[in-house]
């Protein structure tokens, strides 16, 4: 058994995690429950703290109680979450509000902004445009539809870290949360002046780099989690960075693909305008540029949901897992799909939060396995065209998330790239920055370079096949050229879509 053990916390939007590593990065147990939330009305996404801190005691307890974890081995503890959203405390700690990144509820604000110059304003401060689930929306719907709830808060926060207060008492986010509402000039009464939101400057948290220490663990809280009193505590980051940070992408121009339930395209930069499109944020010694397909993984896990019974049965009937089954059909349809192409923005994306998912170049003799493939083209194309986009030289693209166990899907992502990708070792990548967050507070790595040498190692890696490279540059022209005629239709299928909710 290990002498020193790190313990990482993810709470994502899907599921909640604890993860115990040894110091070579190695997962020695984990547990994982499905996070809680609710949607009070279509377009709400809610989760009340109370239940986002009992999911996390439970996962927690369960990964102390392995067998193969001595609690009193735990060294550090770091945490990721999910970004944006809108997490508050009123004076005394309490909760006050707990809204999700995809709520959508900040659309009407967004309006108003822009029809009066105030989204420009706060854009050209910020670097990036709010887009309704983000802070500032989300501040800006609570001050004008619900101005006593609003009257409430003391501090904003982010969902790792009402975690973070309910195990050490203290009240701060990370540099990288922390740039969803600290511009690079350093200045959020600024946005907030700009927004009209001037009220809320005291509720702007401290800043703590994501490495450092933040606090320590409580009585109390040890005593609901097992994790020792005094533990150290890191201030963690945005599940985004702690992904990469667990794939060991940490310096300029290291990319990823994140292959989870949504999809993320992340480039590491130096400064915060280098580079175009996504979203900039603070990342340890620098920044990184990120954007987000709201459904990944999600888009496979919904076709074959909804069309796959039959490949069930046979992995049913083999005994083996449905997944193996899946990525056997969608191989043996050619690389292209036969000409049928898949938009995955089946929950809309952080630029184009309106856009539709569809399937284009269908005819009589499309099967279900074409669309199969599609779907994983789909997918592949979206994020490798977000990293592309961002217009900054990639010196090395790793792909991470539970999708890159699928060895269809990182080859196409080599072909589509005309380069070399590489996968990681471990599956809990995100679980995996967080513990090296904490394993550099607690002083059992003395940097976040040595911890990547020491804990992150590659798995494999995909060279692109020159057959089917000219074949996916094709398919992408046809995948953007679909996108851009498509965007007025989205907005008119929006429209309709609320219309059917509101009968």
Sequence with gaps: MSDTLLLGIDAGLTNVKG????????????????????????????????????????????????????????????????????????????????????????????????????????????????????????????????????????????????????????????????????????????????????????????????????????????????????????????????????????????????????????????????????????????WLRYRGTRAGAACLDWFVDEFGSEWREAASERGVDPYEVYEERAASVPAGSNGVLFHPYLNGSTDRPEARGGFYGLDLDARSETMLRAVYEGVATALALGVRDFDVPVSELRVSGGGARSSLWTQTLADLFDDTVSVPDGAEMGARGAAVCGGVAAGVYDSTEDAVAEAVAVERTHEPAPERVERYRSVAEAFEQARDALGPAWGTLTGVSREGVEE
């Excluded at 009257?151 to 982010?158: A, C, N, S």
């Excluded at 509402?181 to 001037?198: E, F, I, K, W």
Aim: aromatic share 4%; proline share 6%.
């Design 19 to 286: 993860v115990v590593f040894d110091r070579s990065g190695t997962a020695v147990a984990s547990a994982t429950t499905e996070t809680p939330g609710h949607s009070p009305e279509p377009g709400r996404d809610e989760q009340d703290h109370d239940d986002l801190w009992t999911a996390t005691v439970d996962v927690v307890g369960d990964v102390l109680d392995a067998e193969a974890v001595d609690p009193g081995d735990v060294r550090g503890v770091g945490l990721a979450g999910h970004g944006h959203g809108l997490y508050a405390l009123d004076e005394a700690g309490g909760p006050v509000c707990s809204v999700k990144s995809t709520d959508d509820r900040g659309a009407d604000v967004l309006d108003e902004w822009a029809s009066d110059g105030r989204l420009d304003a706060a854009a050209d401060l910020l670097g990036w445009r709010p887009f309704g689930a983000d802070p500032y929306s989300l501040l800006g719907w609570f001050h004008r539809e619900r101005p006593a709830v609003a009257d409430r808060i003391d501090t904003v926060l982010f969902c790792k870290d009402v975690l973070k207060h309910r195990l050490t008492g203290v009240r701060t986010t990370d540099a990288m949360d922390g740039s969803a509402l600290v511009p690079p000039a350093g200045d959020a009464d600024a946005v907030l002046d700009a927004l009209g939101l001037d009220d809320y400057a005291h509720a702007v948290p401290e800043l703590v780099d994501s490495t450092a220490e933040c606090g320590r663990a409580t009585a109390e809280a040890a005593a609901e989690t097992g994790i020792p009193e005094g533990t150290p505590v890191a201030a963690g980051l945005h599940d985004v960075g702690a992904c990469a940070l667990g794939a060991g992408v940490t310096g300029p121009g290291d990319a990823t693909v994140i292959l989870g339930t949504w999809g993320q395209s992340v480039v590491v930069t130096t400064e915060p305008d280098e580079g175009t499109g996504g979203l900039p944020r603070r990342y340890l010694d620098g």
